[in-house]
Protein backbone atom coordinates (compact mmCIF):
# COMPACT_ATOMS: atom_id res chain seq x y z
CA UNK A 1 0.00 0.00 0.00
CA UNK A 2 2.53 2.55 0.90
CA UNK A 3 4.73 1.37 -2.30
CA UNK A 4 1.38 2.27 -4.38
CA UNK A 5 0.81 5.82 -2.43
CA UNK A 6 4.68 6.72 -3.18
CA UNK A 7 4.46 5.43 -6.60
CA UNK A 8 1.24 8.14 -7.30
CA UNK A 9 3.36 10.62 -5.37
CA UNK A 10 6.12 10.08 -7.96
CA UNK A 11 3.62 10.32 -10.75
CA UNK A 12 2.27 13.30 -9.02
CA UNK A 13 5.79 15.58 -9.03
CA UNK A 14 6.28 14.32 -12.54
CA UNK A 15 3.42 15.89 -14.16
CA UNK A 16 4.08 18.83 -11.56
CA UNK A 17 7.35 19.39 -13.10
CA UNK A 18 6.12 18.42 -16.70
CA UNK A 19 3.76 21.12 -15.90
CA UNK A 20 6.23 23.86 -14.91
CA UNK A 21 8.12 23.32 -17.78
CA UNK A 22 5.28 23.52 -20.09
CA UNK A 23 4.19 27.06 -18.39
CA UNK A 24 8.44 28.38 -18.99
CA UNK A 25 8.19 27.30 -22.49
CA UNK A 26 4.96 29.24 -22.88
CA UNK A 27 6.68 32.51 -20.61
CA UNK A 28 10.15 32.00 -23.35
CA UNK A 29 7.71 32.19 -26.25
CA UNK A 30 5.53 35.14 -24.82
CA UNK A 31 8.71 36.75 -23.92
CA UNK A 32 10.44 36.29 -27.49
CA UNK A 33 6.79 37.52 -28.91
CA UNK A 34 7.05 40.38 -26.27
CA UNK A 35 10.24 41.48 -28.03
CA UNK A 36 9.20 41.47 -31.08
CA UNK A 37 6.08 42.80 -30.79
CA UNK A 38 7.47 45.74 -28.87
CA UNK A 39 4.78 44.94 -26.14
CA UNK A 40 7.26 46.56 -23.49
CA UNK A 41 6.68 50.15 -22.15
CA UNK A 42 8.33 52.11 -20.13
CA UNK A 43 6.74 54.55 -16.94
CA UNK A 44 8.86 56.98 -15.41
CA UNK A 45 8.51 57.92 -11.55
CA UNK A 46 9.42 61.39 -10.23
CA UNK A 47 12.27 61.54 -7.74
CA UNK A 48 11.68 64.45 -5.78
CA UNK A 49 13.88 66.77 -3.12
CA UNK A 50 12.68 65.63 0.58
CA UNK A 51 12.29 69.11 1.67
CA UNK A 52 10.96 72.02 -1.26
CA UNK A 53 9.53 68.32 -3.59
CA UNK A 54 11.31 70.00 -6.60
CA UNK A 55 11.44 67.17 -9.19
CA UNK A 56 15.27 65.97 -9.64
CA UNK A 57 14.42 63.26 -11.80
CA UNK A 58 13.23 60.09 -12.49
CA UNK A 59 13.34 56.56 -12.66
CA UNK A 60 12.30 54.44 -15.43
CA UNK A 61 10.29 51.43 -14.79
CA UNK A 62 9.69 48.54 -17.30
CA UNK A 63 6.08 46.94 -17.84
CA UNK A 64 5.03 44.10 -20.03
CA UNK A 65 1.77 44.92 -21.84
CA UNK A 66 0.77 41.60 -21.26
CA UNK A 67 -1.93 40.46 -24.84
CA UNK A 68 -4.08 38.59 -22.08
CA UNK A 69 -2.38 39.39 -18.73
CA UNK A 70 -2.56 42.89 -18.33
CA UNK A 71 0.06 45.03 -17.35
CA UNK A 72 2.43 43.60 -15.92
CA UNK A 73 5.23 44.56 -13.09
CA UNK A 74 8.88 43.72 -13.75
CA UNK A 75 8.17 41.23 -10.38
CA UNK A 76 6.06 38.84 -13.24
CA UNK A 77 8.78 38.81 -15.95
CA UNK A 78 12.48 39.72 -15.14
CA UNK A 79 13.81 35.96 -13.75
CA UNK A 80 12.59 34.54 -16.29
CA UNK A 81 14.00 36.85 -18.47
CA UNK A 82 17.11 36.66 -17.05
CA UNK A 83 16.87 32.63 -17.23
CA UNK A 84 15.86 32.79 -20.98
CA UNK A 85 18.81 35.15 -21.73
CA UNK A 86 16.88 37.82 -23.20
CA UNK A 87 17.44 40.42 -20.07
CA UNK A 88 20.11 42.53 -22.41
CA UNK A 89 18.01 43.00 -25.07
CA UNK A 90 14.98 44.22 -22.67
CA UNK A 91 17.45 46.53 -21.01
CA UNK A 92 18.93 47.78 -23.66
CA UNK A 93 15.81 49.07 -24.94
CA UNK A 94 14.90 50.50 -21.53
CA UNK A 95 18.42 52.48 -21.63
CA UNK A 96 17.62 53.53 -25.41
CA UNK A 97 14.21 54.48 -24.83
CA UNK A 98 15.52 56.46 -21.35
CA UNK A 99 18.27 58.37 -23.33
CA UNK A 100 15.49 59.66 -25.96
CA UNK A 101 12.96 60.84 -23.17
CA UNK A 102 16.47 62.30 -21.07
CA UNK A 103 16.93 64.05 -25.40
CA UNK A 104 12.94 64.93 -25.61
CA UNK A 105 12.99 66.81 -22.28
CA UNK A 106 16.27 68.68 -23.23
CA UNK A 107 14.41 70.20 -26.35
CA UNK A 108 11.88 71.12 -23.66
CA UNK A 109 14.60 73.21 -21.80
CA UNK A 110 14.21 70.42 -19.03
CA UNK A 111 17.30 69.43 -17.71
CA UNK A 112 16.28 65.74 -16.47
CA UNK A 113 18.61 63.25 -15.45
CA UNK A 114 16.56 59.57 -15.46
CA UNK A 115 17.48 56.11 -13.53
CA UNK A 116 17.35 53.02 -14.79
CA UNK A 117 17.44 49.32 -13.52
CA UNK A 118 20.63 47.25 -14.17
CA UNK A 119 20.14 43.44 -14.01
CA UNK A 120 22.81 41.25 -12.20
CA UNK A 121 23.10 39.57 -15.71
CA UNK A 122 24.32 42.53 -17.09
CA UNK A 123 27.62 42.43 -15.14
CA UNK A 124 28.48 39.35 -16.50
CA UNK A 125 28.72 41.22 -20.15
CA UNK A 126 32.75 42.76 -20.44
CA UNK A 127 31.43 45.44 -22.66
CA UNK A 128 28.60 46.45 -20.57
CA UNK A 129 30.10 49.75 -20.63
CA UNK A 130 30.72 50.59 -24.18
CA UNK A 131 27.48 49.26 -24.51
CA UNK A 132 25.65 52.14 -22.48
CA UNK A 133 28.23 54.39 -24.10
CA UNK A 134 26.79 53.96 -27.82
CA UNK A 135 23.23 54.29 -26.48
CA UNK A 136 24.41 57.58 -24.92
CA UNK A 137 25.95 59.12 -28.81
CA UNK A 138 23.22 57.66 -30.18
CA UNK A 139 20.90 60.09 -28.72
CA UNK A 140 23.77 62.96 -27.96
CA UNK A 141 22.97 62.43 -24.20
CA UNK A 142 25.39 63.35 -21.94
CA UNK A 143 26.09 60.77 -19.47
CA UNK A 144 25.96 62.82 -16.13
CA UNK A 145 21.95 62.63 -16.85
CA UNK A 146 21.62 58.86 -16.86
CA UNK A 147 22.17 56.95 -13.42
CA UNK A 148 22.47 53.31 -13.01
CA UNK A 149 20.97 51.54 -10.81
CA UNK A 150 22.22 48.45 -9.77
CA UNK A 151 20.65 46.20 -6.20
CA UNK A 152 23.04 45.46 -3.93
CA UNK A 153 22.05 41.82 -4.58
CA UNK A 154 24.33 42.18 -7.82
CA UNK A 155 26.96 43.85 -5.03
CA UNK A 156 27.32 40.99 -3.19
CA UNK A 157 27.26 38.27 -6.09
CA UNK A 158 29.49 39.54 -8.71
CA UNK A 159 32.06 40.99 -6.63
CA UNK A 160 35.11 41.54 -8.64
CA UNK A 161 33.69 42.46 -12.41
CA UNK A 162 31.46 44.29 -10.69
CA UNK A 163 34.01 46.84 -8.68
CA UNK A 164 35.83 46.63 -12.24
CA UNK A 165 32.30 48.19 -14.23
CA UNK A 166 31.71 50.36 -12.02
CA UNK A 167 35.04 51.88 -12.06
CA UNK A 168 34.71 52.03 -15.75
CA UNK A 169 31.00 53.33 -15.44
CA UNK A 170 32.51 56.73 -12.86
CA UNK A 171 35.53 57.42 -15.91
CA UNK A 172 32.74 57.64 -18.04
CA UNK A 173 30.72 60.09 -16.19
CA UNK A 174 27.62 57.87 -15.14
CA UNK A 175 26.60 57.87 -11.70
CA UNK A 176 25.72 54.67 -9.72
CA UNK A 177 22.75 53.94 -7.42
CA UNK A 178 22.74 51.50 -5.13
CA UNK A 179 19.33 50.36 -5.16
CA UNK A 180 17.32 48.37 -1.96
CA UNK A 181 19.62 49.86 0.54
CA UNK A 182 19.20 48.15 4.04
CA UNK A 183 18.10 44.94 3.11
CA UNK A 184 21.57 42.71 3.60
CA UNK A 185 24.03 42.62 6.29
CA UNK A 186 26.49 44.08 3.18
CA UNK A 187 24.94 47.45 2.93
CA UNK A 188 27.18 49.49 5.29
CA UNK A 189 30.60 47.50 5.27
CA UNK A 190 31.00 47.68 1.55
CA UNK A 191 29.99 51.27 1.23
CA UNK A 192 33.39 52.28 1.23
CA UNK A 193 34.74 50.79 -2.08
CA UNK A 194 32.26 50.95 -4.20
CA UNK A 195 32.20 53.63 -7.29
CA UNK A 196 28.98 55.03 -6.40
CA UNK A 197 27.14 57.95 -5.73
CA UNK A 198 23.93 57.44 -4.48
CA UNK A 199 21.88 55.11 -1.82
CA UNK A 200 18.07 54.21 -1.90
CA UNK A 201 16.70 53.27 0.38
CA UNK A 202 14.45 50.04 0.54
CA UNK A 203 10.96 50.41 0.78
CA UNK A 204 10.88 48.11 3.83
CA UNK A 205 13.24 50.99 5.73
CA UNK A 206 10.95 53.78 4.98
CA UNK A 207 7.79 51.93 6.31
CA UNK A 208 8.77 52.22 9.91
CA UNK A 209 10.16 55.82 10.04
CA UNK A 210 6.85 57.06 10.69
CA UNK A 211 5.34 54.68 13.59
CA UNK A 212 8.92 53.53 14.84
CA UNK A 213 11.41 55.46 17.14
CA UNK A 214 13.71 52.00 16.62
CA UNK A 215 13.28 52.12 12.79
CA UNK A 216 13.88 56.13 12.18
CA UNK A 217 17.16 55.31 14.64
CA UNK A 218 18.13 53.01 12.34
CA UNK A 219 17.60 54.52 9.27
CA UNK A 220 18.89 58.06 10.66
CA UNK A 221 22.23 56.00 11.34
CA UNK A 222 22.34 55.06 7.50
CA UNK A 223 21.89 58.64 6.40
CA UNK A 224 24.21 59.69 8.52
CA UNK A 225 27.04 57.33 7.13
CA UNK A 226 26.10 57.75 3.82
CA UNK A 227 26.72 61.56 4.05
CA UNK A 228 29.76 60.81 5.93
CA UNK A 229 30.82 59.12 2.36
CA UNK A 230 29.39 61.65 0.25
CA UNK A 231 26.69 59.80 -0.62
CA UNK A 232 23.00 61.13 -1.92
CA UNK A 233 20.11 59.44 -0.09
CA UNK A 234 17.06 58.84 -1.66
CA UNK A 235 14.25 56.98 0.33
CA UNK A 236 11.85 54.85 -1.67
CA UNK A 237 7.82 54.16 -1.93
CA UNK A 238 7.28 57.34 0.16
CA UNK A 239 3.30 56.76 0.95
CA UNK A 240 2.32 59.93 3.41
CA UNK A 241 3.38 63.02 4.70
CA UNK A 242 4.22 61.71 8.32
CA UNK A 243 7.48 59.32 6.33
CA UNK A 244 8.08 62.51 4.37
CA UNK A 245 8.50 64.40 7.65
CA UNK A 246 10.60 61.90 9.86
CA UNK A 247 12.56 61.23 6.77
CA UNK A 248 13.33 65.63 6.33
CA UNK A 249 14.26 65.01 10.14
CA UNK A 250 16.68 62.98 9.51
CA UNK A 251 18.21 64.93 6.38
CA UNK A 252 16.96 62.15 3.88
CA UNK A 253 17.54 64.41 0.45
CA UNK A 254 15.50 62.83 -2.00
CA UNK A 255 12.17 60.80 -2.25
CA UNK A 256 10.09 58.72 -4.34
CA UNK A 257 6.74 57.11 -3.68
CA UNK A 258 2.96 57.49 -4.18
CA UNK A 259 3.20 60.23 -2.32
CA UNK A 260 4.36 62.76 -5.01
CA UNK A 261 3.47 60.50 -8.00
CA UNK A 262 2.77 56.61 -9.30
CA UNK A 263 4.92 56.00 -12.44
CA UNK A 264 3.87 57.42 -14.94
CA UNK A 265 3.95 57.49 -19.31
CA UNK A 266 6.35 59.36 -20.38
CA UNK A 267 3.67 62.02 -22.14
CA UNK A 268 2.68 62.52 -18.32
CA UNK A 269 5.83 62.97 -17.09
CA UNK A 270 7.04 65.87 -18.43
CA UNK A 271 3.23 67.53 -16.94
CA UNK A 272 4.03 66.29 -13.51
CA UNK A 273 6.99 67.52 -13.99
CA UNK A 274 5.89 70.79 -14.08
CA UNK A 275 2.91 70.55 -11.88
CA UNK A 276 5.78 69.01 -8.75
CA UNK A 277 7.36 72.92 -9.80
CA UNK A 278 4.67 74.50 -9.67
CA UNK A 279 2.64 72.92 -6.33
CA UNK A 280 6.45 73.25 -4.69
CA UNK A 281 6.25 76.92 -5.53
CA UNK A 282 3.26 77.82 -4.46
CA UNK A 283 3.66 76.04 -1.43
CA UNK A 284 6.84 78.15 -0.56
CA UNK A 285 4.72 81.39 -0.66
CA UNK A 286 2.52 80.38 1.77
P1 LIG B 1 12.92 49.13 -7.63
O1 LIG B 1 13.97 49.59 -8.57
O2 LIG B 1 13.26 49.09 -6.19
O3 LIG B 1 11.68 50.06 -7.93
C1 LIG B 1 10.78 50.53 -6.96
C2 LIG B 1 9.45 49.81 -7.02
O4 LIG B 1 8.57 50.36 -6.04
C3 LIG B 1 8.72 49.99 -8.34
O5 LIG B 1 8.02 48.76 -8.58
C4 LIG B 1 7.74 51.13 -8.05
O6 LIG B 1 6.63 51.13 -8.91
C5 LIG B 1 7.37 50.81 -6.63
N1 LIG B 1 6.94 52.00 -5.88
C6 LIG B 1 7.30 53.29 -6.05
N2 LIG B 1 6.73 54.09 -5.15
C7 LIG B 1 5.97 53.31 -4.34
C8 LIG B 1 5.15 53.57 -3.19
O7 LIG B 1 4.99 54.70 -2.73
N3 LIG B 1 4.53 52.49 -2.64
C9 LIG B 1 4.68 51.22 -3.13
N4 LIG B 1 4.03 50.24 -2.52
N5 LIG B 1 5.47 50.95 -4.21
C10 LIG B 1 6.11 51.98 -4.81
P2 LIG B 1 7.99 48.08 -10.01
O8 LIG B 1 7.88 49.14 -11.05
O9 LIG B 1 6.99 47.01 -9.96
O10 LIG B 1 9.44 47.45 -10.16
C11 LIG B 1 9.86 46.39 -9.35
C12 LIG B 1 11.33 46.12 -9.53
O11 LIG B 1 11.61 45.62 -10.83
C13 LIG B 1 12.20 47.36 -9.40
O12 LIG B 1 12.42 47.65 -8.05
C14 LIG B 1 13.44 46.96 -10.15
O13 LIG B 1 14.32 46.23 -9.32
C15 LIG B 1 12.91 46.03 -11.22
N6 LIG B 1 12.87 46.75 -12.51
C16 LIG B 1 12.08 47.77 -12.89
N7 LIG B 1 12.34 48.17 -14.13
C17 LIG B 1 13.35 47.40 -14.58
C18 LIG B 1 14.12 47.33 -15.80
O14 LIG B 1 13.93 48.12 -16.74
N8 LIG B 1 15.09 46.38 -15.88
C19 LIG B 1 15.34 45.53 -14.84
N9 LIG B 1 16.33 44.64 -15.00
N10 LIG B 1 14.68 45.58 -13.68
C20 LIG B 1 13.69 46.49 -13.55
MG1 LIG C 1 15.27 50.98 -8.81
MG1 LIG D 1 14.65 50.01 -5.10
MG1 LIG E 1 12.84 47.98 -3.75
Redesign the pocket.
Known amino acids: KAKENGKNQYRFFDAEIEQASDEMQQTRIELKKAITEQEFRL?F?PKVDAVTRLVHGA?????WQHPTRGLL???HF?EAAERFGM?EE??AW?ISQTCSTISQARDRGIDLSIS????NQQFRNKNLDAHIQSILEQHQVEARNLIL?V?ETTAIHHQAQFKETLRHFKKQGLKISL??FGLHPFSLTHLQDLEISEV?L??SLTKGVAASKTSLSIVEAIVKLAHALDLNVVA????DEDQRQALVSINCDQM????FS??VEQKFLFDVFSELQLRSTTKSLF
Open positions: LQEALLRSPTIIINVVNLSESDDKDREGVEQGYLKP
